[in-house]
């Protein structure tokens, strides 16, 4: 949908860059098909359980290495015990040019060689607490690609889930880069909000968020 309110690039602190609308929609229903696949295996997509008895209300789905709560392998051994899905290189060369474009710098890409990626689906009632990402040995930056409805998204601080915090909306196509202090900030997704999604990405309702990173992990 195009914005009728301009929605323009910004820098929430340093490291952190808001694209909105980086992907036109063909781009978004080709993501949204990729991760139809991804979602049907060879590892279904589910809902991740916590080690204290607890459930996301997000649901997950990886490629490359197999998150859980709290370290990657390379096969699920929380879901059904397959490996994971490759990270395909051209979503590795997508990450790239994401770079390229958070930090208007031809040369951010070179050498960005995620392996691995997140793909939540949200629901209309599905939300993410604050929480930081620190499963991963390397400090590269995290890409993070958003399809259908607009969410709430809440950047923090690096010291602790609470305030100083800014809320900004990630609608479909928008991109967001992750570097430098950046990479390990607390973030959160309060909301979705339900009903404004373009159903011609291929995706009716909810919300898809794909986001890709560097394990650091041996092979
Ligand atoms: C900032 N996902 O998968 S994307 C996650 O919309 C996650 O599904 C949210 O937080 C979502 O871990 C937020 C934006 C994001 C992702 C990773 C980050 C922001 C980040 C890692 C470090 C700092
Ligand atoms: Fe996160």
């Known amino acids: 949908m195009t914005a009728l309110i301009p929605r323009p690039r910004m820098q929430l602190a340093p490291g952190a860059v808001h694209v909105p609308g980086w992907l036109g929609v063909e781009q978004q229903r080709e993501l949204v098909a990729a991760c139809r696949g991804w979602a049907s295996g060879p590892v279904p997509i589910r809902h991740t359980r916590l080690p204290r008895g607890g459930v996301m209300s997000v649901q997950t789905v990886c490629i490359g290495w197999h998150w859980q709560p709290y370290r990657y392998t390379r096969t699920a051994g929380d879901v059904n015990g397959s ?9 590795a060369e997508l990450g790239r040019r994401a770079l390229v474009e958070a930090y208007e710098d031809p040369a951010a890409g070179v050498g960005y060689a995620p392996d691995t990626a997140l793909i939540n689906f949200y629901d209309g009632r599905a939300t993410m607490g604050m929480h930081q990402d620190k499963d991963e040995r390397s400090g590269a ?46 973030h959160g997704v309060p909301r979705v909000l339900p009903g404004t999604g373009d159903p011609a990405t291929g995706l009716a309702s909810g919300r898809l968020n794909l986001t890709m990173r560097v394990t650091g992990l041996p092979g």
């Open 141 to 186: 930056p995290v890409v993070s690609l958003s399809i259908g409805d607009t969410c709430v998204f809440r950047f923090g601080n690096t010291e602790n889930r609470n305030r100083p915090y800014t809320d900004v909306e990630l609608a479909s196509g928008d991109l967001f880069v992750f570097g430098g202090p950046s990479r390990f900030a607390y």
């Open 83 to 91: 490996r994971v899905a490759p990270f395909p290189e051209w979503l």
